[in-house]
Every structure is written in structure tokens, then in C-alpha cells.
């Protein structure tokens, strides 16, 4: 009885490990974006929060005893299949009038046995969502880089407090000519607050 | 799904991400950040997602990397200490627990890992794609038809995406004075790699054309196996950036230069778009290839499958050149020439 409520515990804990290290991975990930000081690790954190979100998806769409969503035709399909598929090739063989007239019938016969019934495959389409992101997700990238080296370029540096700084002295530098001190002293205590 | 590796990397995975955030060596950050996504896509691949684990291997593993290294090697290799108070960090502790509470309470709700029944599963979309989709297209592979097909919009923007990328990174960071000047310089022809290392240089001589044969491949063969369009772009885009890792980058862009590369990936939307027109000009809706057995041999299904390899030619074209055009702008800091 101990042992039985124990497996099921372990069975339900099993059951949510992949929900649960989504998650965790989400909040490091977030955790670097908003409290790294450093441009490429924010980006690094970007990249792992949005692993996260894909690990979800993909992990929703999963099936225990699964095979990968790609159709086994002509292995193990059903007899009838099989027929079908050799009347529509006698078919092509005879010409193509006769085929168009048999490629209904072929479908039909494939229909009416179900052939995919046995077979159990994992969900395609949090697939297809999530292929997609991978690439869109490694342009984003490209695109954050591009910006970070033109912070280095204008600013000397891609850390975000000596960033903040340079962009308040070079601020600083410009209104210095015209204004009094106390100005300046406001505008460099102010913005890294901001 | 085998329980024990699924574990065993996830465990690796959260523990690879803390490295990777947490090393002072920003070149060691991206090395581990390397070895996280190959990780993952080890555990993409064990849950039976196998065109996601391919695009990761390639993506993540492969072209992120290099581009990480290429923007740490412009800027800086270490990233000092925090000398700013923590109150960020604590705001963030505090919405992290905030947030992780919520997340974890609501697993709880979550169906069972791998249930066939939960609702995600059950869904009929789902159902009709597995079950209907090979009927429909005669296209084994229940994600490329799925991609090219039922939800062709979406990928069709999808691309669209990565190519304004592309410009956007040369909005950002091209240097146009620099660019002309490159121009002249390449009229002298330089000896190919003649800075470079012996055995790297005979290397990639041997593997680039190999990868690009296997590019083709996968984007041929995508209806069939793993693979399609974006895998094989992605491949295809890293045979020329190992080129340029190996050889210089002048002489990956002697074979295909900047310019050429806009006017393929433009080429690549077009191909993708003007099919979806062609369907509309024979009467149909954007992108019903259905239509299209009127003019491609082989009954509606075949015309359906004929039209994907097109479409996802396309998409190889856009995914290919814009990857090579990010590699090339972050390498030399969007003058094209030098590089790593």
C-alpha cells in the first residue's frame, strides 16, 4: 500500500518535471533580462526564456509510447491500403484518364480502413509552431547583437550601468555651456534610476 | 520517452543555463550557452519532436554561437562586477517568486506528461492533421505538410520576419563608406585562406561542399524525413559561414556577396508569395494549392506536394542568405571586411 501510493506520487512527478523545469527555466531567463548588467548576457537570458516557452509547447504535445509524426506508408499499413495503392499505380500504368477515375476510389478504400488508427503519433502541430520560432528567435538574435555592437561603438562599453552613465555625461557635456551645476548633478544622479 | 534521460537532461540543462548566465568569461558564456541548446534539442529529439530537434541543432548549437562569439569578440570579452546596488535584482527575486508560485500552482492543473488524451492532443486540428493530412497531400511527414500547407500564412510570414531582419541589421549596423571601399579592395584577388591554418583550410574544403549537398538534400527531402526548408537554409547559410570562419570572409563573399544575398532572399518571399498568388490567379484562395493540379501533373494530392517543395525552396533561399548576411554584418562590425 506504502509502496503503491509512493510509485504514484513518483509517476505524478514524473508526469509534471517537464511543466516544472519550463518554468524554471522562464524565470532564469527572466531573472537575467531584468537584473544582468551585461548587454550579451540579458541576451543569453532572452534566448533561454524563450527555450522555455518551447519546451512547454513541445512537451504538451507529447505522447507516452509515441512514434515521430512522420506516416510509415507501405510498411505497415492495412491490406486494403496496399490495394489501393497497387490498383492507383495499375491505374497510372494504363494512362491518365483511367487514373483520374481511380485515384477517388484509391483514396476511398484508404479512408474507410483508417489506416493511421493504429499507429499513434505525436502531435505535429506544436511542431510546426515551434520550428518556426527557433529561426524567427535566431534573427532576433542577429538583429540584439547588431544593436549591442553599436552600443559599443558609441558608448565604449555594453555593460548597462556604464552605458547609462556615458549617455548622462554625454547629456551632461551638451546642456554644461548654458546651465548651472546643479543641473548637471541631477541629470547624472537621475538616470540610472530611470 | 525514456523517463531517466528525460530527467537527467533536464537537470543538465537547468544546471548548463545557470553556468551560462552566471561565468564572468563572456566567450565561456557562449560556449555553454552552446552546449544548453544542443542539450535540449537531445530532449526535443527524445519526445519525439525531430524537426524541432534538427532546427535547434542547427540554430542554436550551431549559427547562435557563432554569433555570440562574433559580438563578444567586438566588444568584450569580460563583463566585470555589479558595481550598481542590487535593488533591480531584488525587485526581480521578488517577481520571479511572484510569477514561479503562479506557474508552479497552475501545473498542478496540467494534464500528465505524454497523456494521448489530454485536451492539447485531443483537439480536433490536431486529430485531422495525423489523420487527414497524408490523404490530403500524400506527404508522409505530418510537419512539412503542416507547414507548407494547412498553415502556409504562417510560415510564409514567418519568413517574411527573417528577412526583414536582414535589413534590419544592416539598417543597424552597415557601414556604407566602408562597403564602396570594400568593392575596390576585392578587384585584387587574394590568395584563398592564405592567412589561415593548414589543416582548418583542408578541412572545410572537404566538408563545406558535403554540407551544402546535405542542405539540399534535407530541403528535397524534407517530405520525407526530417527537415524542410528552414532546416536546410539553415544549413545551407552555415556552410558559408564556415567558409568564411576558415578561408576569410572575402572570399565567402566573392561566391556570394552581400547583394547577391538580398536579391536571393527577396527572391525566396516572391517565390513563396507568387505561388500563393498564382493559386488566386487560377481562382482559388491564397495559397490553396489544391488548385494547382490544373497545371502540376499528378491529381490534387501530388499538386499539393509538388507546390510545398516550391514554397519551401522558397523559404530555403530567404533563410540561407539573410543567415549569411547576419553572420558577415556581426563579424566585421557591418564593414565587410577583416572579420574574425
Redesign the interface.
Known sequence: MELLTLTAQF??I????????S??????????M?????L??K???M??FQ?GI??FY???????G????????GHDSHESHDKAAHAAEHAADAGQQV??AA?PAA?HA??AT?T??ET?????????????A??????????A??????V??AYG???E?EVLDAIADSTADSTADNTVDSTVDRTVKGT?EA | ?I?QL??IL?IF??IT??I??RVRD?LG??MV?GI??FL?CL??AG??????AF??AA??AG??TV??V???Y???RV??G???A?G??L???L??LV??GV??HA??D???????T?P??N?P??QY???GS??DTKV????TS??ADY?GY??LF?TV??FV??I??LA??GVPTARMRREEVCGDTAQFGEDSDLIILQTCRLVVPVLQLFALYVIAHGH???GGG?QGG?LFGASYILLALSGGLREALRRLSESMSFRLAACGIVIYAGFGLLCMALGSSFLDYAILDSILPG?V?KARSHSMLIVEAGVGFT?TT??FV?YA??AT??KLEGGL
Open positions: 509517476e505524478w514524473l508526469g509534471k518535471s517537464n511543466y516544472w523545469a518554468t524554471v527555466l522562464l524565470l532564469i531567463g527572466l531573472h537575467a531584468i537584473s544582468k548588467n551585461n550579451i548576457k541576451l543569453i537570458g534566448s533561454i527555450t518551447i519546451l513541445v512537451s504538451a504535445g507529447a505522447k507516452h509515441a512514434q515521430i509524426p512522420i506516416v510509415h506508408y487514373a483520374e485515384a483514396n484508404a479512408d483508417h493511421l488508427g499513434l503519433y505525436a502531435n505535429p502541430l506544436p511542431h510546426v509552431l515551434m520550428l518556426t527557433i529561426v524567427v528567435g535566431v534573427a532576433t538574435l542577429g538583429l547583437l547588431a544593436m549591442v555592437q553599436k559599443y561603438a562599453s555594453i555593460e550601468d540610472p | 520517452m523517463w528525460d530527467l533536464l540543462l537547468v543555463a545557470l551560462s548566465l563572456l558564456a557562449s550557452f544548453y541548446s535540449i530532449l526535443w519526445m519525439g519532436a525531430v524537426d524541432v532546427t535547434e540554430v542554436g549559427v547562435s554569433i555570440l562574433a559580438t563578444v567586438h566588444t568584450r563583463t566585470g555589479h558595481k550598481r542590487s533591480m535584482k525587485l526581480s527575486l517577481l520571479m510569477l514561479g506557474l508552479l501545473s498542478g496540467f494534464p500528465a506528461l505524454g497523456d494521448p489530454s492539447a492532443n483537439h486540428v490536431a492533421y495525423i489523420e497524408y490523404q508522409p511527414n505530418l510537419v503542416v507547414l498553415r504562417d510560415t514567418e520576419v527573417v531582419a536582414g534590419g541589421i543597424v549596423i520525407h524525413s526530417p528552414f539553415v491529381g494530392a533563410v539573410i543567415l547576419i554584418n556581426l562590425r557591418g
